[in-house]
T-cell receptor, first 117, second 112 residues
Framework: NAGVTQTPKFQVLKTGQSMTLQCAQD?????MSWYRQDPGMGLRLIHY???????DQGEVPNGYNVSRSTTEDFPLRLLSAAPSQTSVYFC????????????????FGAGTRLSVL | GQQLNQSPQSMFIQEGEDVSMNCTSS?????WLWYKQDPGEGPVLLIA?????ELTSNGRLTAQFGITRKDSFLNISASIPSDVGIYFC????????????FGSGTKLNVKP
């Protein structure tokens, strides 16, 4: 099992460029999510998905789009990158958070470090 | 969104000492979680708490889910150098189970 795989590990963009951060999991988890982590701050939820075809906004969704066409993949798109989006991005997956039996163990990827100049 | 206050921000302790950190929130949480993050890695779950009042241990780590559902603490006993890292609390929203909020972290330094 690879767990949660994020690509790329590092990326530098110019303001206005677009890009897609990839996230894949091989644990058949229903729930997937994207967070950003800024210096001195905790992780903040950007978007999440509770299954293929179902996505919703988190705490800081502006400037980001997501889609979930398969259980395994949950890409995060920056349509027009801005310097304020310079951050470390983490993808996570787990079984259904609403299912107490499943126990909310979220597995995180190693992160993508993004700089927007 | 939810306000989650984690303290202290950082700690410098001697190997063998006990450590305590806590989190409080502005609203109730359904679940409290404690994570550790090493440099260049994603957070790894240490302890999960599912019920108000619950006290759970994982080796030298002990955590409690506050009775009010708005707070939690984590204790580490007899610290060792590999405990160095950033510890985060996180809570599952009490009204929308799909949303999780993280504290700003406690950076732990352990002197051998």
């Amino acid at each position: 099992n690879a767990g949660v795989t994020q690509t790329p590990k590092f990326q530098v963009l110019k303001t206005g460029q677009s890009m897609t951060l990839q996230c894949a999991q091989d644990m058949n988890h229903e729930y997937m999510s994207w967070y950003r982590q800024d210096p001195g701050m905790g992780l903040r939820l950007i978007h999440y998905s509770v299954g293929a075809g179902i996505t919703d906004q988190g705490e800081v969704p502006n400037g980001y789009n997501v889609s979930r066409s398969t259980t395994e993949d949950f890409p995060l798109r920056l349509l027009s990158a801005a310097p304020s989006q310079t951050s470390v991005y983490f993808c996570a997956s787990s079984y259904a958070p609403w299912d107490r039996v499943a126990k909310n163990i979220q597995y995180f990827g190693a992160g993508t470090r993004l700089s927007v100049l | 969104g939810q306000q989650l206050n984690q303290s202290p921000q950082s700690m410098f302790i001697q190997e063998g000492e006990d450590v305590s950190m806590n989190c409080t929130s502005s609203s109730i949480f359904n679940t409290w979680l404690w994570y550790k993050q090493d440099p260049g890695e994603g957070p790894v779950l240490l302890i999960a708490l599912y019920k108000a009042g619950e006290l759970t241990s994982n080796g030298r780590l002990t955590a409690q889910f506050g009775i009010t559902r708005k707070d939690s603490f984590l204790n580490i006993s007899a610290s060792i150098p590999s405990d160095v890292g950033i510890y985060f609390c996180a809570g599952q929203d009490g009204y929308n189970f799909n949303k999780f909020y993280f504290g700003s972290g406690t950076k732990l330094n352990v002197k051998p």
